[in-house]
């Protein structure tokens, strides 16, 4: 689950600077069980309506590059999970091959 704080490092990382009121606001939007965090599934819908609403494809670039940390192309488990650890989401190999499946 990732709270506004860690919300704020990743979206910092992709180059965006939301205030804590906008962080608060992008997590209230998607929350859907409510309980103040957002898990993954519900990190990906605010991510995909944040990069939908205001990102150009230079910029969808650049968020991919922060996980694909070799430049080939493709995000790989490993890198997935760094990143994932990056941001204090510890993930088991089961859940990053889960979230690999789900959005390949």
């Known amino acids: 689950q990732i709270t506004t704080k ?8 992709l180059g965006q600077n939301p205030s804590e009121s906008e962080l608060q606001d992008m997590i209230n939007e998607v929350d859907a069980d409510n309980n ?5 599934p519900e990190f990906l819908t605010m991510m995909a309506r944040k ?15 922060v996980f694909d940390r070799d430049n ?3 995000i790989s488990a490993a890198e997935l999970r760094h990143v ?11 859940e990053v091959d889960e979230m690999i499946r789900e959005a390949d």
């Open 6 to 13: 860690e919300l704020g490092t990743v979206m910092r990382s």
């Open 36 to 40: 103040g965090t957002i898990d993954f």
């Open 51 to 65: 990069m939908k609403d205001t990102d150009s494809e230079e910029e969808i670039r650049e968020a991919f590059k």
């Open 72 to 74: 080939n192309g493709f």
């Open 84 to 94: 994932m650890t990056s941001i204090g989401e510890k993930l088991t190999d089961e």
